[in-house]
Structure formats: C-alpha cells, structure tokens
C-alpha cells in the first residue's frame, strides 16, 4: 500500500527549492520551539506611554492577593496548594514575617468589619476573618477566590467550572446567601465609586455588570482570561490570568478601553497606593511591581 504521508524521492531526483528548504528545517524545528517559549517567558513588561513600573518585591512565590494592613505594612498572598499558601507582611523596610501559615490558595483579601477576610481557592474551605490576632470562621465555599467587602456585606465568587457561585455574607446576620449561580470560572468583583458591581468569567472572556434584574449584561468580552478587577477614578482595571502574554487593562470613564502593561504572567490583584500608584502582584514571574502614572 503507498505511503500517502510522504513520498520519499528516488535517488538522482532533483528536489525543488522549496522542498531543499523544509528538510534543511526540520532539525531546527526544536530549537525554534524552545526559543518561542524561552522569548515567552522571558520577554520584558511592556509599559504604555504615560505609565512606567519596576520590581517593587520579587521572591513572593505566586504572588496573589494584596491589602495594605493601615499600619504601613503590605500583606500578600502565596497561592500555594494543599497547606502550603501562606499571607506574608512585608514592612516598609521590606523585613518579611509570615501572618497566616497553612493555607490552600490563598487569594482573597480585603478589609472587613475592622479585621482582614481570606479566600482559599484550592478546594472546599472557609472564608476566613482575622481579628485581633484570632481567625474565625465566615463561611464555607469552594474554590473562592475574589472578595469584595462593602458594608455589612462581604461577596465572594466562586473558580469553579460552569458551578461557580457568587455569594453575600451578611455580617449583622451571618447569612449567607447565593445571588448567581453557574458561572463558568468567576474570579473576581468589584464595586465602583457609583456602586455598581461587576465581575469576570474567565472562561468565556468576559466582564459582566450585576444587574439588580439578575440579566447582568456583558460588559467587556472577547478578553483573555479575565481575572482580577478593580475600579477607581481611572476607571474599570481588568488583568488577565494567561500564562504568557497577559495584560494589564484600563477601561477609561469614557468607554475607551486602554492597554497599560503587556507580555505579564498571569498577572492578579491590583492595589491602588495612591492617586496614580499601583502594585501589581504578578504570579507567573513571583514578584509584585510597582506602577505609576508618568505624567
């Protein structure tokens, strides 16, 4: 039976230029591969005009959440797995102590009720809140990973495929109550200066607003891998969780969506530290930078 894949030429058959070309190429074929991957990984951040970072911490290992503590101090999350994620405090300094050890995930952290509330997005676990030195128990869900307190009320959204939850904890209650249910990786929310709400679906590109309806419109798509979201006077701020090639996006009052970093890996939170500052944990390389508006 003739082999239909490959037509080996008989000897003395003069082969065409192209043909001289793609066998002197084939050997080559790993090394190019390599280089692709090599110039993915190690590709510089690209700054737009106006805007300008540089390596504000390194060596936090897979760097996610990030809150300032009101004393000073940064505290970030270590998004290791099966009891090996930990929150670190950093002083201005720059001396590192562990806060909270033993965790699955970490990837949550906000401000809540005069104490700090925890996601663990590895698996079934608790919404946790520290207060005075002691934990306590919020909540269970499973695979959390963003929160967003406002008020009384502390929402965590669920990573989880096509069963993901957005849920409420009502801390004069201690309801909690489920406001959407089936998303297709939520990762994160975020309240905006008027108060309205928004929130990713990683999976499917897109930003939604929660609508008081239930509709929650599209309000961005065609994104990739939207992760973390946080609103200010600049406007809506979207990373996107990809491996390589990542952004960092800005979409203005206006409506006009600006691209502020690329070639990020897997970039996470972003914390406002002042007017036109940022950090920007970014997991893919372990290291948080500093961002800032050069104008």
């Avoid at 720059?94 to 925890?118: C, M, N, T, W």
């Avoid at 502390?154 to 993901?164: C, F, V």
């Avoid at 940022?278 to 800032?292: N, P, Q």
Wanted: charged share 25%; hydrophobic share 35%.
């Amino acid at each position: 039976m003739p082999n239909r894949f490959l037509v080996i030429p008989r000897c003395g058959t003069r082969l065409t230029r192209p043909a001289k070309l793609l066998l002197a190429a084939i050997p080559t074929l790993p090394l190019v591969l390599l280089g692709f991957m090599a110039w993915q990984h190690f590709y510089p951040v690209n700054a737009a005009a106006r805007w300008e970072y540089e390596i504000a911490h390194s060596q936090v290992t897979r760097a996610s959440a990030l809150l300032r503590d009101g004393q000073g101090n940064l505290l970030a999350a270590e998004e290791l797995k099966d009891g090996q994620g930990r929150i670190l405090k950093i002083d201005v300094a720059g001396k590192r102590e562990v806060l909270v050890s033993g965790l699955h995930k970490p990837d949550g952290l906000v401000h809540f009720q005069g104490g700090i509330a925890y996601s663990q997005e590895g698996g079934t676990h608790p919404v946790n809140w520290l207060f005075q030195g002691r934990v306590h128990t919020l909540f269970e869900g499973t695979n959390v990973q963003g929160l967003e307190a406002d008020g009384q009320y502390l929402y965590a959204i669920e990573d989880r495929k096509q069963d993901g939850r957005l849920l409420r904890y009502d801390a004069s209650t201690g309801e909690t109550k489920v406001l959407r249910s089936d998303l297709e990786e939520a990762e994160s929310i975020a309240t905006c200066p008027d108060g309205s709400k928004f929130y990713t679906e990683k999976a499917k590109g897109i930003v939604r607003r929660l609508s008081d309806d239930g509709t929650d419109p599209i309000h961005l798509e065609r994104l990739n891998e939207p992760s973390f979201l946080k609103c200010d006077a600049h406007g809506l701020w979207i990373s996107e969780d990809a491996t390589h090639r990542a952004r960092l996006l800005l979409l203005n009052p206006q409506g006009r969506l600006e691209t502020v970093l690329t070639h990020l890996r897997a970039p996470q939170v972003l914390l406002p530290t002042g007017t036109d500052t940022y950090l920007l944990a970014e997991g893919g390389r372990d290291r948080i930078l500093e961002i800032r508006r050069s104008e």
